[in-house]
Nanobody
């Protein structure tokens, strides 16, 4: 059993910053990668950023490159997403995702709302 607990969402003005956190707990011995996805009504969930827990290799959506930074504290099994220069288009529910070696599916957090006002 794996649990992902997210925090850090909220309301911010355009140009502002937020930091999201997600901590994994439970059977996480083979944790391999963590990431953040986002979803708006009527659209598919999309990758925002991901990071591997051992090598800290990162991947970003083109729309957030240069503005968002993903990082991981492997000792705490926690992933962070620092979001700067936020735009109204970043408004979405942000979901934490965790992947494990040898497991073909990922686990999801409950989601946290990020709202950027213009």
């Amino acid at each position: 059993q794996v649990q992902l607990v997210e925090s850090g969402g909220g309301l911010v003005q355009a140009g502002g910053s937020l930091r999201l956190s997600c901590t994994a707990s439970g059977n996480i011995f083979s944790l391999d990668a963590m990431g953040w996805y986002r979803q708006t009504p009527g659209k598919q969930r999309e990758l925002v950023a991901a990071i591997t827990t051992r090598s800290s290799s990162t991947d970003y959506a083109d729309s957030v490159k240069g503005r968002f930074t993903i990082s991981v504290d492997s000792a705490k099994s926690t992933v962070y997403l620092q979001m700067n220069s936020l735009e109204p288009e970043d408004t979405a529910v942000y979901y934490c995702n965790a992947r494990f070696m040898g497991v073909p599916y990922g686990y999801w957090g409950q989601g946290t709302q990020v709202t950027v006002s213009s």
